[in-house]
């Protein structure tokens, strides 16, 4: 199948519901201009030395996520044009990407990844902390990001039952914290769903789903 008849499909599945991230790491420049081509306008990528060489290379409406576990050190390399940092899991993390922000003049958003597999190298906060985290005092300080969301990865299972449920659990903290009025948070984003689970995902009320093998075949 090629890429342009996978994401017309994608995009088919998810219409209306979600948004399509395709997840590029690993992948050459010239897939990525494919997938371009056929409509895609947000791609993420997982390691920022990849994220800083494609994204010159690539047109300038792209939208540039980073998914992958970021470090304090690297968000200055990416601070100057990246979209949506989704994999925030630590309130250190935040306040370096608001430091970074506040230096290129911009303010970053934010997605808050939470820990909801039944896995140890998962990276994310626990949904405790991220209540703690949201009624903080002190984030009102942070006026260079803005939190729009959750995001969180299943654990890799062929049980359906148990990824659903793991989905389901992080859409029932979504709902619950939407209400949460503060200047940088405006909870409107759900991102959870890869290539083996997105459909589930978008049952269980994803509004962003990242997508690489289903669309450029396996590594």
């Known amino acids: 199948m090629s890429i342009a ?4 499909q994608i995009d088919t599945q998810i219409a209306g519901r979600a ?5 590029t790491k690993t ?18 990528e997982n390691r920022v030395q990849e994220l800083i060489e494609k994204q010159p290379l690539l047109p300038a409406d792209v939208r540039w996520h980073q998914i992958g576990h970021l470090q304090t050190n690297k968000v200055k390399y990416i601070a100057p044009f990246i979209s949506l940092i ?4 630590s309130e250190k993390l935040l306040v370096e990407i608001d430091k970074q922000a506040q230096r290129h003049n911009r303010v970053i958003d934010c997605l808050l990844q939470v820990f909801i597999a ?15 985290l949201l009624q903080a005092p002190g984030l009102d300080d942070l006026t260079n990001i803005r939190i729009v969301g959750l995001m969180g990865i299943a654990t890799n299972t062929d049980d359906e039952a148990q990824v659903r449920e793991e ?10 914290l939407r209400p949460i009025e503060r200047p940088n948070v405006a909870l409107t ?5 890869m290539s083996s689970d997105y459909l589930i995902a978008l049952e269980e009320g994803s509004t ?12």
């Open 5 to 8: 008849t996978a994401i017309q």
């Open 208 to 219: 962003m789903v990242r997508v690489g093998s289903a669309i450029f075949g396996q590594r």
């Open 27 to 44: 992948k050459p420049v010239p897939m990525l201009q494919e997938a371009y081509e056929a409509g895609c306008r947000h791609f993420g």
């Open 118 to 132: 039944d896995e140890e190298t998962k990276f994310g906060f626990a949904p405790s902390e991220v209540i703690d």
């Open 167 to 176: 989905f389901r659990e992080l859409k029932q903290l979504f709902d619950a």
């Open 189 to 193: 984003e759900l991102s959870m769903g």
């Open 19 to 23: 948004t399509l991230v395709a997840v």
């Open 86 to 89: 989704e994999s925030v899991d």
